[in-house]
């Protein structure tokens, strides 16, 4: 609801990536420009669930339409959708958080009650609520991600011009593509698969079926939820275990484990401990009854 630009810079591990974000809200529409601050310079453009990927290095500019998470900040990555705190999970506190990029913050910190969900820390400007840093931490207290502006301005009005493309692009060549979205199923009370031993307070949220009479292989993906955190679950068949090596992976603060049941490939991954994708995706099951 903001209009605001600034530099904004992500850190997990021992990568860093700077980007130049400009956000404008005209009659309620946002439209944002979030720029790679790199040699390549890549850059995004939404305008409403629209969003525009430019690509220097390729003389390319690739358009997709209804999925305007592919275009968001980061920022609104980390808490997306409707965030519900539940105080049997999470343990809130708010604080000065003093002085960041010139503004006066209030810290909200966000404890887990157990070793199966991060921890996150928010810097919010006072006046706007708006989030100038956000950590995510491990249970041990371990940054293992970071967000912050290292400036940032929020001025009442921004012109069009500045969330148009920063280069020239009459002579790339353009390619449409749509979110590679599953077909969601007509409900979350049948799916074919469950999970035996959740982690406490994650549900199930959503189901989503791909079956083809091409011969490509099916894939299901279950979305379990704790309110704040989630974990997507993929159950792929046609793949034997040669063919995808099984275990841990890990990129920032999202972590992955597969597995192989049943001649299945499992994946679990979400921005949450290890622990907590591996007991996942171990105790996946197929329901009694379902026809695979």
């Known amino acids: 609801h903001l209009n605001y630009e600034g530099t904004l810079i992500q850190l997990h591990g021992e990568d860093a990536a700077v980007m130049r974000v400009v956000h404008r809200v005209e009659n309620g529409v946002p439209t944002e420009r979030i720029t790679a601050m790199d040699e390549v310079g890549r850059e995004i453009i939404r305008r409403g669930d629209d969003v ?20 968001e900040s980061p920022l609104r990555q980390q808490f997306a959708g409707d965030v519900r705190f539940d105080d049997r999970l999470y343990r809130l506190a708010i604080a000065s958080g003093g002085k960041l990029v010139g503004r006066d913050t209030r810290v909200v ?35 293992v991600e970071q967000l912050l502006f290292s400036d940032i301005s929020l001025p009442e009005r921004i012109p069009e011009s500045a969330v148009q493309p920063s280069v020239t692009i009459d002579t790339f060549t353009r390619q449409h593509s749509t979110a590679a979205a599953l077909p969601a199923a007509a409900s979350t009370e049948s799916p074919a698969w469950h999970v035996e031993s959740l ?12 079956r ?19 974990v997507s679950v993929f159950i792929e068949a046609g793949v034997t275990p ?46 009694a009854g379902q026809a695979r």
């Open 242 to 287: 040669m063919e995808q090596g099984e275990g841990p992976s890990r990129v920032g603060a999202a972590n992955a484990w597969t597995t192989m049941t049943g001649g299945y490939l499992v994946t679990a991954v979400g921005e949450v401990p290890v622990r907590t994708v591996e007991v996942i995706a171990r105790s996946v099951r197929p329901l």
């Open 52 to 71: 525009t990927c430019i690509l220097p290095d390729q003389n390319e500019v690739l358009v997709g339409e209804g999925d305007g998470k592919q275009g």
């Open 212 to 230: 083809s009479g091409t011969g490509s292989a099916a894939l299901d993906h279950l979305v379990y939820s704790d309110g704040v955190a989630s």
């Open 109 to 143: 910190t966000v404890r887990p009650t157990d070793h199966f969900r991060y921890g996150y820390r928010l810097w919010l400007d006072h006046a706007t609520a708006m989030p100038l840093k956000v950590q995510v931490a491990g249970d041990d207290g371990v940054v």
């Open 199 to 210: 982690p406490p307070g994650f549900t199930l949220r959503a189901v989503r079926s791909q």
